[in-house]
């Protein structure tokens, strides 16, 4: 085995790494003792899983079961960006739609223009970098959706009382959340290297490759991310946008709370 990849003898010693940040938890009288332990344990049992499961999408599915694993990821990922935004009408299929497109689109690219293999060691890693993004962000630009449709009604209904359309009653508050969503990845993508090492270039030095390959893949996957995130950011506003106002461009109410 490399010496770069830790046998599960130094998985174990790590352990002592989340022992004593539950010891820490529990001096402070902090009470997460338990949820620092239970992290742990369930990080361990999903990535074990995870990776039994890549090891038979690897050898016996090929790039259907690939396909098929980014289609669950996908699925997965919209339903968790659609409860942050609870309360935004149809958010979990909002979020779903956006993070499918931002997915589909840069991967598409990629694969068309052989940026990337077609093969599922491949795919499978690289799609999960782009799905989480693309969810992040969506997650990001709906919550702020969401919120700016509570605090401004009064603005908008009296755009709208002017004769404005929805659509124009709503815009300067459609772009804020825009600007709020994707000024995060932009920030990272003008940082990058700068302030540390990003994953992808990481495992790849780690790996062994050389550091101007790794930088290469590594730019590709920056560029990569930038897109699906704006891609899914642009959808689910436009989504977002249509569902907060109904046939007579008349702001749907919204709860006053809702639960993150």
Known sequence: M?????????VIASMSLVALTAVVAWRRRLRLGREVTFAAVRAGVQLAA??????????????AGAFAWLAAMTLIAGQVAGRRARGLP?????????????????????LVLEVIDARPR???????????G??????????????????????VEARLALGLSAADAFAPH???????????????????????????????ILAGVDPFTAIRYQIVVMYM???????????????????????AHRLRPLPDQSPI
């Open 2 to 10: 490399s010496a770069a990849v830790p046998g599960w003898a130094g």
């Open 50 to 63: 995870v990776g039994a499961i890549l090891l038979l999408v690897f050898e016996h599915t090929g790039l």
């Open 90 to 110: 149809r958010a979990r299929l909002t979020a779903t739609t956006a993070v499918a497109v931002g997915t589909a689109a840069t991967l598409g690219v990629l």
């Open 122 to 132: 491949v795919v499978i890693p690289v799609g999960g970098m782009v799905v989480s």
């Open 134 to 155: 693309a969810m992040q962000f969506t997650a990001l630009v709906l919550i702020r959706l969401r919120d700016e449709a509570r605090t401004a009604r009064l603005q």
């Open 174 to 204: 459609l772009r804020s959340a825009l600007r709020t969503a994707l000024v995060p990845v932009i920030d990272s993508t003008k940082t990058v290297g700068l302030i540390s090492l990003p994953g992808a270039m990481t495992g790849l």
């Open 225 to 247: 991310l930038l897109a699906a995130s704006a891609l899914a950011v642009l959808t689910a506003a436009r989504l977002t946008e249509r569902v907060l106002f109904d046939d």
